[in-house]
């Protein structure tokens, strides 16, 4: 009943109020993700003419970057060309693009209110931008029909692990009763101590949540606390916990699914990007299509589908402050093919990381974050650890032990980290009590600021002279607080 009273009064009339059209286009999406590929592709066709059109004539920075790079009046308006094509011959926009042009880049006459936004920084550079109903809709109704894929529906108990400061900011009344009417209910992924995580799990008792959702690293953290604590998972109403907001590593997701003993479900999006891919129960990811288009780009230029390079998003439905070719950071590939499923949205592999995930050594090699996650995760008494590369090469590795005095060495964890960062850099390895979580509230195992100084791309190789000789020379060090 209370379920029926959120989806069938609550949500029409919340949406109604904000004037923001997501039954409407929930409604379309439902219709959608059965056409043929190539519907879903003229479809995409049409609103990206509509949006070049757009930013042509409304948006100064676009006006500039059109003509700069050689997109006339009559290629935007004619038709004489793709216009998927068309958008290849347009610049990648970067994030710096924005912050420095924040102004030139809003539609000033945008119908309604505009609303900004930022993103959470992770990479110590956020990003402000503004949106409209229009995106806030198209957003939410996707993410309302990958819900629906798993049989939660608007209504059902939902229960969020999540950390970003917007979310944590916003405790009024009003948010406090449309959270409470939505049957939604907020956990601080800020606050991971262990006297919380014991009131989480009382929460959780005491909610019986349809689904849960949040980021990996908080959930797998959570999970890995009931254990020490030989709390058994007591709920038979779970259908799906949904992960987002960063890299859900295998050993997460093998974490998390054996102990809710559900789907475990990889939606990728952002803020700025909009609500870009999301598993289905098949097990595939698919492109949201019908808001965004996606390309894989190395070195500025696309690549072909089933090759792995950067993730670009141009938003379909982002009218008053449009990104066009935007740079997500991301890294992964397109895939051929049609999902068992029977939906003809594109297939898109799982997301591999941002390109700070990456280690980097100064002979140019690049190691995935997994690649020092494993050895550290299989050291006996270490219960959480952090790597942090500096841009001078340097690796710091923050370790968690499970008492102190640690039962681990330094010594042990440099001889299982060596053989992935080889003799020349230099390792700090530090003891220490706690990890706090990112700005964001994520707990992020690994980030490398050589892969973002740098702008490395996965592909790419470095200046191997050069890069040797700013490595700084030095012996490892261990500490302890």
């Given amino acids: 009943m209370k379920s029926r009273f959120a989806r069938h009064i609550v949500f029409p009339l919340h949406e109604w109020l904000l004037g923001r ?53 009559k290629r935007i308006f004619s038709g004489g060309e793709s216009s998927l094509e068309l958008l290849s011959n347009l610049p990648l926009l970067e994030k710096s693009d924005i912050r420095g042009g ?57 229960l969020f692990l999540w950390g970003s400061p917007i979310e944590q900011t916003r405790t009024d009344r009003w948010k406090r009763l449309r959270d409470g009417l939505y049957r939604h209910q907020l956990l601080n992924a800020f606050d991971m101590s262990p006297q919380s995580m014991d009131s989480y799990w009382d929460a959780w008792d005491r909610f019986r949540p349809v689904a849960l959702y949040g980021y990996p690293s908080s959930i797998a953290l959570w999970v890995e606390h009931a254990r020490r604590r030989q709390r058994p998972m007591r709920n038979n109403r779970l259908r799906a916990v949904f992960v987002t907001g960063e890299t859900c590593h295998p050993h997460q997701y093998e974490i998390i699914r054996n102990y809710f003993n559900v789907s475990v ?33 190395r070195n500025g230029q696309p ?25 997500t950071g991301d890294r992964g590939r397109l895939l051929p093919g049609r999902c068992p ?69 330094g010594e042990t964890v440099l001889r299982a980290v060596r053989p992935v960062l080889g003799e020349t850099v230099s390792v700090h390895v530090e003891f220490v009590e706690a990890i706090a979580p990112s700005a964001s509230g994520k707990h992020r195992y690994v980030q490398s600021f050589v892969a973002g100084e740098k702008g490395m791309d996965a592909t790419e190789t470095v200046d191997h002279e050069n890069a040797l000789a700013e490595v700084k020379e030095g012996q490892s060090h261990v500490s302890r607080p």
């Fill in 341 to 409: 499923c029977g939906r003809g949205l594109p297939l898109m592999d799982a997301v591999q990381g941002r390109t700070t995930d990456f280690l980097c050594r100064p002979d140019g090699t690049i190691q995935h974050a997994l690649s020092i996650i494993y050895p550290l995760r299989e050291l006996h008494g270490v219960r959480q650890f952090r790597v942090t590369q500096q841009a001078d090469w340097s690796v710091h590795v923050e370790l968690v032990p499970d008492r102190f005095p640690a039962s681990i060495t």
């Fill in 102 to 158: 924040i102004e030139e880049m809003t539609w000033k006459n945008t119908p309604g209110r505009i609303f900004p936004q930022s993103t959470g920084g992770s990479s110590g550079e956020p990003v402000q931008f503004f949106v409209d109903r229009r995106r806030q809709a198209c957003d939410q109704a996707a993410r309302i029909r990958a819900h629906r894929w798993f049989g939660v529906q608007l209504g059902d108990p939902e």
């Fill in 265 to 297: 479900v990889d939606g990728y999006g952002s803020r700025d990007a909009g609500f870009i891919s999301h598993q289905c129960p098949s097990g595939h990811r698919h492109v949201t299509s019908e808001h965004v288009h996606v390309e894989i780009v």
């Fill in 21 to 73: 059209a997501t039954r409407v286009m929930n409604q379309e999406l439902d219709d959608s993700q059965w056409w043929s590929p190539d519907d879903l592709r003229n479809l995409q066709q049409v609103k990206l003419r509509a949006l070049l059109q757009h930013a042509w004539g409304h948006i100064p920075h676009y006006t500039k970057k059109f003509r700069d790079a050689g997109v006339a009046t």
């Fill in 303 to 327: 690549v072909s589908v089933g090759e792995t390079g950067e993730i670009v998003v141009t938003h379909l439905e982002a009218y008053a402050m449009p990104f066009i070719r935007y740079r």
